[in-house]
C-alpha cells in the first residue's frame, strides 16, 4: 500500500519565471520608494516656493509696501488711507548722499517747486513720514509733519488759509515708486482753490496756498 | 553584482536628493516667513476666474473698522452705494483694466458724533450722525452689533450680475428698544429699525435688476 502522503519524485527547487536581473530584494524596493519620495518633496518645495516668490510682489502692491529694486533709488510708497486726509508714507534715501525734506504752504504755483517754509536734514535710511492736516474749530488750519512719530515741522495758519473751496491734487505717491536721485522726489502737491465773485471755485492762475512736500539731495 | 549597482545608485539618489531637499526647504522657509507676514497683512487673493469679482477680507484688529480686497474684471461700470442713517453717497466708476481695490468702512465716535469714513477704490466719503446718546449705545454694544460682511476665511468669487453687500450692520432683536430710545425714533409700530450701514457694490445692470425684483 503506498503512501498517499509520500512523494517519491525527487524535490526540485521553484523555478521564477522572470530573468535573475529582474529580481529585486525588499531592500532595494524600500531604497526606491525612499528614492521617490525624497525626490517628490524636493520638486514639490521648489515649486511652493517659487508660487510663493511669484505673489510676493503683487502682495507688496496689495499692502502698500516698499519695493526697492534699484537701491541707488528714492523709493516710497504711501500707506492706506483708513480716514479723510490720512497722509502717511514711507520713504527710502539711497547710501552715499544727504538730504532734504522741504514744506511748503503758500506761493505755490504749477510745476515748479516754491521756496520752502522749513527744511530737515536727513540721513540714507528708511522713514515713516505723516502729515497731519487738521481744521480748527476758528476754522484756522495746524499742519504737522512727523518723521518717525516725531514731529518736525508744524505751522498754524488764520482762518481763510484755506477757505474750502476745493482743491487740486494730492499725495503724488500712491503704490511703491522708485525715482532717480538726479531731480527732486515730489511727495504732496495740493493747491487750494479760490472763490471768484459770482462763488464759482477754481484754481488761481497766480501763485496760491497749498501744501508741498518734497525731497532732494543736498552737498555735504 | 547587478543588485549593489543598483543599491547603490539608489542610495547616492536618497543622499543627493535629501541635501537638495534640506536646501528647497531653508530657501523656502525665508520666502514664506516673508509670504505669511504679507498674506495675515492683506489676505492671499486667488483669481480663479478673472471675469468674476473676487472678494477677500482684510483683518484690521479693530471693533467697527471693515476692509476687504476686492478684484473687478475690466470693461465693468462699477456702481458703489452706502446708506448711513437716513443719509448716503453713492458713486460709480469704469474699471478700464481688470484692477484690485481696496474697500474699507471704518467707524469713529468723536466727541457726540458717530462717524464713518467709507473708502470704494480711488474714491471716498465721510458720514456723520451727531447723537450723543446713540454714540455711546453703539460703542457700549460694539460687540453684539450683527455683522453682515463679506468675512468669511478665503477669496469668494461672484458672478458680475449680484449685487455684492461688502457690510450690513445692524442691531439686535434684543437691544431694539434701547436702540430706538437712543436713536429717538418714535415709532409706534416699532418696526425693526434700518442698517447702521449698508455698503454695496456692483454693475449699474445688477443694481437695476435688484431694484426690479424688489418691487415685483
Same mark, same amino acid.
Given at each position: 500500500m503506498s503512501d498517499p502522503f509520500s512523494n517519491d519524485e525527487a524535490a526540485e527547487p521553484a523555478k521564477s519565471s522572470?530573468?535573475? #536581473?529582474?529580481q529585486f530584494s525588499v531592500l532595494t524596493i524600500m531604497l526606491l520608494t525612499a528614492t521617490v519620495g525624497v525626490w517628490v518633496a524636493q520638486i514639490q518645495t521648489t515649486e511652493q516656493t517659487e508660487q510663493m516668490r511669484l505673489e510676493i510682489p503683487n502682495l507688496q502692491k496689495a499692502a502698500r509696501e516698499l519695493i526697492i529694486t534699484d537701491p541707488g533709488q528714492y523709493t516710497a510708497v504711501r500707506h492706506h488711507?483708513? #480716514? =479723510?486726509?490720512d497722509f502717511r508714507w514711507r520713504i527710502y534715501l539711497p547710501e552715499g548722499h544727504q538730504y532734504q525734506l522741504a514744506l511748503a504752504t503758500e506761493k505755490i504755483d504749477d510745476g515748479i517747486l516754491p521756496a520752502p517754509f522749513d527744511t530737515k536734514i536727513m540721513k540714507p535710511g528708511e522713514y515713516e513720514l505723516e502729515l497731519r492736516y487738521k481744521k480748527q474749530k476758528d476754522d484756522s488750519y495746524r499742519i504737522t509733519v512727523l518723521l518717525d512719530e516725531e514731529v518736525i515741522f508744524e505751522q498754524l495758519h488764520p482762518?481763510?488759509? =484755506?477757505? =474750502?473751496s476745493g482743491s487740486r491734487g494730492a499725495s503724488n505717491i500712491s503704490d511703491s515708486l522708485q525715482r532717480g536721485l538726479d531731480r527732486p522726489l515730489e511727495i504732496m502737491r495740493t493747491r487750494f482753490h479760490v472763490r471768484d465773485e459770482k462763488g464759482n471755485s477754481s484754481t488761481p492762475k497766480e501763485p496760491s496756498n497749498g501744501i508741498v512736500i518734497w525731497l532732494d539731495t543736498v552737498s555735504n | 553584482m547587478f543588485q549593489r549597482i543598483i543599491t547603490a545608485i539608489l542610495l547616492l539618489a536618497i543622499i543627493v536628493g535629501a541635501f537638495q531637499l534640506i536646501q528647497a526647504k531653508t530657501s523656502q522657509s525665508e520666502v514664506k516667513q516673508e509670504f505669511d507676514r504679507l498674506v495675515a497683512k492683506v489676505g492671499r487673493l486667488e483669481?480663479?476666474?478673472?471675469k468674476k469679482f473676487h472678494v477677500i477680507p482684510i483683518e484690521t484688529n479693530e471693533p467697527f473698522h471693515y476692509a476687504w480686497r476686492v478684484y473687478m474684471p475690466e470693461g465693468l461700470s462699477i456702481h458703489r452705494k452706502t446708506k448711513f442713517f437716513s443719509g448716503g453717497s453713492s458713486s460709480s466708476s469704469t474699471s478700464g483694466q481688470p484692477n484690485e481695490s481696496i474697500f474699507r468702512a471704518r467707524f469713529r465716535f468723536v466727541d457726540d458724533e458717530v462717524k464713518v469714513y467709507v473708502k470704494s477704490g480711488s474714491g471716498s466719503s465721510t458720514m456723520g450722525y451727531t447723537n450723543k446718546k446713540f454714540s455711546q449705545f453703539l460703542q457700549d454694544h460694539a460687540d453684539e452689533m450683527i455683522v453682515g460682511s463679506l468675512a468669511d476665511d478665503g477669496t469668494r468669487v461672484f458672478d458680475t450680475d449680484q449685487v455684492l453687500t461688502l457690510l450690513k450692520l445692524e442691531i439686535p432683536e434684543h437691544l431694539q428698544d434701547e436702540a430706538r430710545l437712543a436713536w429717538n425714533k418714535r415709532d409706534k409700530r416699532k418696526r425693526t429699525l434700518p442698517p447702521l450701514i449698508l455698503t454695496q457694490m456692483g454693475t449699474q445692470e445688477a443694481f437695476a435688476a435688484a431694484k426690479e425684483k424688489k418691487n415685483e
Open positions: 522572470s530573468p535573475k #536581473w529582474l488711507e483708513t #480716514w =479723510n486726509d482762518a481763510g488759509w =484755506n477757505d =474750502n | 483669481i480663479t476666474d478673472p
